[in-house]
């Protein structure tokens, strides 16, 4: 019998084998395209048809694609109707989990094969996004927009928003975002996704459990909570002050880590150059040295580094976006990285079943109620 090891966090753990994304210190990877090229050289559209089909689409797989999230837009009635009644207070994210779930009870596609579940990634995508824009409309006391032909998918969530067509600089930072975020390997969401669906469970039931992990700050949570820091501080100096005590302290410092990337998180730098670009074009240059304040330390003394949703916070910011609306939009790209998962688990499964070690009492006797 071979030696059992145990791994807090299941880090160092290799749990399973994947042609969708391979992530390493010295490279990110997307179906063995890195992700700085993708950055530069595709849209989120693409890289959802590269990750669900496992090439990059030409021009007519790409309007197709293009086609069936416009299809697959339109909430159905009784979504809306229960977006509606749901509480002011629940956050977003509680709401995006919840009428995922709900949304699933009017799946239009037939069947259970790769093929059907490819599909229905696709209308889960474009629900995802009508669920989080209809959400806003409504906590901004107006209708839901119906969605628009012709438009990004970036664009679209933007449209069905603010009801009126994004700003190309939104468009084109979101778009950018999206694709950053689309894929990670084996993170808690995506581990979540494919031990759901290692149970034979379905795909929206997988997706829906990939949000409940990703709502977590030490996750996909990381961005709002990222700009909620930032958001405290008018001046560097507050940012400065504060980032020492925090440190001297052994706070954590949303934004910052990461369980693979020592050296820096490559889809944090991509954004980070543009981000500067934007805060320059907008003359928040002042938002960028209290970003500054916070990262210098966090690198130079702790070598620690930003991760994605540092930068994205502040993007997200900077183009007027209101801070729930930041994990959502993570969940609205990396919904087509968990369906690949979710596919290629499917494909060749075994259920996930780890081992524990036992910590608790001795066995023991159960006393009569009289004696407890
Ligand atoms: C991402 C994260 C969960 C990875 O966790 P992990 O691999 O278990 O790493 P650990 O938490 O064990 O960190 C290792 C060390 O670095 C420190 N560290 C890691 N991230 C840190 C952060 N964001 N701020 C301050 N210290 C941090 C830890 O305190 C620990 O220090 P120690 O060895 O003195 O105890 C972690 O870095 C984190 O909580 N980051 C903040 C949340 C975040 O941005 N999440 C988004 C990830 S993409």
Not at 251 to 271: P, S, T
Request: include cysteine; charge should be negative; aromatic fraction near 8%.
């Amino acid at each position: 019998m071979s030696e059992k090891t145990f791994s807090p966090g299941l880090a160092g753990v290799i749990a399973g084998e994947t042609d969708i994304a391979c992530v390493d210190q010295g490279v990110l990877l997307y179906r063995g395209y890195p992700i700085a090229e993708l950055a530069e050289k595709t849209s989120f559209e693409e890289v959802a048809y590269l990750l669900l089909y496992g090439e990059l689409p030409n021009a007519a797989q790409l309007q197709a694609i293009k086609e069936k999230f416009f299809q697959y837009a339109p909430l159905p009635t009784p979504v809306i109707d229960a977006i509606r009644q749901m509480p002011e207070e629940v956050p977003m994210m509680d709401v995006l989990r919840s009428m995922v779930s709900y949304t699933g009870h009017f799946d239009p596609i037939e069947g259970d094969d790769h093929d059907a579940n490819r599909e229905r990634a696709l209308w889960l995508t474009s629900q995802i996004a009508g669920i989080i824009a209809a959400r806003f409309r409504l906590m901004n006391g107006k209708e839901p927009v119906d969605p628009m032909s012709g438009l990004s998918h970036a664009a679209q969530i933007l449209y069905q928003c603010h009801g009126e067509a994004p700003d190309p600089l939104a468009e084109e930072l979101v778009d950018l975002t999206l694709v950053l975020y689309a894929e990670h390997d084996f993170n808690a969401s995506t581990f979540t996704c494919r031990v759901i669906t290692s149970t034979q469970s379905d795909i929206v039931s997988s997706i829906t459990g990939g949000i409940g992990a990703l709502k977590g700050p030490l996750h996909g949570g990381a961005n709002e909570a990222a700009m909620e820091m930032l958001v405290r501080f008018k001046t560097a100096d507050e940012a400065a002050a504060w980032i020492k005590e925090a440190l001297a302290k052994k706070e954590k410092v949303m934004g910052f880590g990461h369980r693979v990337y020592k050296n820096g998180d490559h889809r944090a730098r991509i954004l980070e150059d543009k981000l500067r670009k934007l805060a320059d074009k907008l003359g928040k240059n002042e938002w960028m040295a209290i970003y500054d304040a916070i990262k210098e330390p966090m690198v130079n003394d702790k070598k620690i580094y930003p991760n994605v949703d540092y930068p994205c916070g502040l993007t997200y910011y900077l183009l007027g976006l209101p801070l729930d609306l930041y994990t959502p939009l993570f969940v609205a790209s990396r919904v087509t990285g968990w369906s690949a998962h979710v596919l290629e688990q499917a494909a060749d499964n075994r259920i996930y079943r780890p081992l524990s070690i036992y910590t608790g009492p001795k066995e023991r006797s159960v006393p009569a109620i009289s004696e407890r």
